[in-house]
């Protein structure tokens, strides 16, 4: 079996728009406004306790792998802002480390928009300041289903910054393909016909 993550060229695309957006904010602006963060890396809601750091550092609680050294460092270039990472595996794990520190020691987390319901309860989470957060930047469907699932009180507390990855895996003993090569368009190769299986949940 051979296994590649692939993202969505969406995906690429919200990357560079995220990284055009980052030049835009002196240093001095972002870590002062919740609302230029989310303009310049709109990955999720805002940590209230701890939150408006003015040390140079914005501490992200990020999903691993989802968020590259080469975007990390492109941000610090641009703003002169270090990202410092802490990474997990599930929302759960998300949930629990942040109870644990009661919301202290972070200053943007990214949580799953389906579990928002949970994020309401614990009153650990600030608003975005909707009329200064880029929405034309963003994929209007993923939007829609933040603000769907993040707001409450009238006000938006999730906004999106990344889908989400997919694996494609297959038996080399059957079929090759160069994993550069690759692409979603193989599912309908007429030679695959029949013999795909994938979640129901994609």
């Known amino acids: 079996m051979k296994a590649v993550k692939m993202k969505t060229s969406k995906i690429k695309l919200s990357s560079k728009a995220t990284l055009k957006a980052a030049k835009t904010f002196t240093r001095r602006t972002l870590l002062k406004s919740a609302v230029a963060a989310a303009s310049a890396a709109a990955m999720g809601p805002w940590i209230v306790r701890d939150a408006f750091s003015s040390s140079g550092n914005l ?105 989400g990855t997919e694996g494609l895996a297959w038996r080399t003993d059957k079929w090759f393909r160069e994993p550069a090569d690759l692409t979603y368009g193989d599912l309908w190769s007429p030679q695959l016909k029949g013999k795909i299986m994938g979640a129901p949940n994609s």
Request: aromatic share 10%; glycine share 8%; hydrophobic share 40%.
């Open 59 to 163: 501490k992200i609680m990020m999903w691993s792998d989802y968020l590259p050294d080469s975007i990390s460092q492109a941000f610090k270039d641009a703003t002169g802002i270090h990202l410092s990472q802490s990474l997990y595996g599930s929302d759960e794990e998300l949930l629990h480390r942040v109870k644990a520190f009661k919301g202290r020691g972070f200053d943007l987390i990214c949580p799953t928009a389906s579990h928002m319901a949970h994020w309401r309860a614990l009153s650990l989470l600030q608003p975005w300041d909707m009329k200064r957060a880029p929405l034309d930047r963003m994929d209007q469907g993923m939007l829609e289903a933040s603000l769907k699932a993040g707001t409450w009180g009238g006000k938006a507390h999730h906004l999106p910054f990344v889908w």
